[in-house]
């Protein structure tokens, strides 16, 4: 029998206006996987990860998560108030309606999983870009997700906290996470990815484990997915 999926799309389109964003797609995602859409800007990349989460309804067929499935999300920059660091966490645990029975004692926790503690008081917006990401990353993990969809996380940071943000995924991963992510980095889709799909204008032209997906300079795959795997970027 097949494990139960996390999510599923069936026939699941996106269109904004005239213009369709994602092609009737069929998508099983199941626990562990950690898969990575890769394609050009305006591939429908953000569009799918927000079909996922459910930000965004199908225009046509399904899209269906498990029941009781909670989902983070992150995207490229983080959206961060007037609040101080700790502030942000207490906030994100009402809004996830997390029943922590000691929710300060958990601020904590996420504090520390993301090495902030010693930032706890300050305004998050005082923070540097790298501080802010993994403020942004405790916080979708302030409800204690089974699903984490990351929008290019590492896209806007410089090298530095790029690593310190990759690691902390890396270390989510390495604790059995299950992942969506976009990316851009084909470094970052080797090292995080299980699974890799690359999109073009809406429509999936490749979908393979990440093994088969980089073998041979992506041999199986069509053109641009393979110039992708060679590291010559169509875009
Ligand atoms: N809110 C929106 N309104 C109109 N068109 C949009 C909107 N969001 C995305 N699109 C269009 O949908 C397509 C896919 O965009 P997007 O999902 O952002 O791609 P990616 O994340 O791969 O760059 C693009 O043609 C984009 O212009
Ligand atoms: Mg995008």
Redesign the pocket.
Known sequence: MTEPALIELRGASVRFGTRTAVHPLDLRLAPGERLALVGA???????L?RLLHGLRRPDAGLCLQAPALRIGMLF?RPALLRLSVAAHLRLALRLAGAVEPEPAARVAELLDQVGLRAEAARPARALSGGQQQRLALARALAGRPGLLLL??PTASLDPGAKREVEALIEGLAAGGMSLVF?SHNLGQVKRLATRVLYLEQGRVLADAPVGPFFADGGAALPEAARRFVRGELPW
């Open positions: 800007n305006g591939s429908g990349k953000s569009t990860l490229q929008d290019e976009a």
